[in-house]
Nanobody
């Protein structure tokens, strides 16, 4: 059973930083694309950033320049460094991984709260 587990969420003040991690278990083959989505209360889930196995990264306009996504292919892990956090970044953040072998997988989510 392939599982994704997020960690690193929490409460931070405006302008602060957090680093999210997503590790996988039960996966033998590399995921093609791994990424992070978020969902704020009353809003739809949206893409924050994703990264291909070759390292090509894609960011939502609202986080470009503040967030950095990276991955460790050997561990099938993905990370999200979040700097200069704003109240509007408050959301549940979900790890996502896509593979032609395993399909699309989601983590359980981790809460990020930015207080002003």
């Amino acid at each position: 059973q392939v599982q994704l587990v997020e960690s690193g969420g929490g409460l931070v003040q405006v302008g602060g930083s957090l680093r999210l991690s997503c590790t996988t278990s039960g996966a033998t083959f590399r995921f093609n694309v791994m990424g992070w989505y978020r969902q704020a209360p009353g809003k739809q889930r949206e893409l924050v950033a994703d990264i291909s196995s070759s390292g090509n990264a894609n960011y939502a306009g609202s986080v470009k320049g503040r967030f950095t996504i990276s991955r460790d292919n050997a561990k099938n892990a993905v990370y999200l460094q979040m700097n200069s956090l704003k109240p509007e970044d408050t959301a549940v953040y979900y790890c996502n991984a896509d593979s032609s072998f395993y399909g699309t997988r989601w983590g359980q989510g981790t809460q990020v709260t930015v207080s002003s």
